[in-house]
């Protein structure tokens, strides 16, 4: 489900992510189990500059996401005058600790729709998001920085989500 404030994606072939899947991380404390191909959420998100938060909420996975933005920091942080960007997981999968695994990508937009290439970032590191974790970048661009990008006061930005289909369970480890 692609939330009702975003756009989706068209054009392009976002399908890479699943022929090129990095290794998960492994702890020693952790069972991870692949069971199939990833799935790829991709949509755009306008964003007012006035903002204080800008949420959009999606479901993938058998999991509720949200991708948080904060046009001048969070509130109380040290990251004021910055536009942050997180990706949480709301509500898991309702297996008691049990933790899904998911990369996360996102692009500034120019007046055109074209990702700007020095406020695109993406990781290659599969994380293991436990409920209302959240990882993200809390100094993504600059408000100064961004003013040049705005249309009609906003400012849109591409996010990608890769859902892989891993499932992390925590372990006991055998007593010697």
């Not at 702890?27 to 692949?34: H, I, K």
């Not at 920091?73 to 998911?102: C, N, P």
């Not at 996360?104 to 994380?127: A, C, E, K």
Request: proline share 5%; hydrophobic share 30%; net charge positive.
């Amino acid at each position: 489900m692609v939330p009702k404030t975003v756009r989706q994606c068209v054009g392009g072939d976002i399908s890479h992510a699943a022929a090129n899947r990095p290794t998960p991380q492994r702890t020693a404390s952790q069972l991870l189990v692949w069971s199939g191909k990833p799935s790829i959420i991709c949509f755009v998100a306008e964003v007012s500059e006035y903002n204080r938060l800008h949420i959009s909420e999606f479901d993938e996975g058998g999991c509720n996401w949200r991708v948080k933005i904060y046009p001048d920091g969070r509130k109380g942080s040290s990251d004021a005058g910055w536009v942050s960007v997180f990706l949480q997981l709301y509500r898991g999968s309702g297996i008691e600790d049990e933790a899904t695994m998911a990369q996360f990508s996102v692009s500034l937009l120019d007046q055109d729709g074209d990702p700007v290439p020095s406020y695109s970032r993406s990781s290659s590191t599969i994380r293991r998001f436990g409920s209302k974790d959240q990882y993200g970048y809390r100094r993504f661009i600059a408000g100064q920085d961004l003013k040049r990008y705005l249309r009609d006061d906003c400012f849109r930005v591409r996010c990608e989500v890769v859902v892989h289909d891993i499932y992390g369970k925590p372990m006991v480890a055998p007593r010697c």
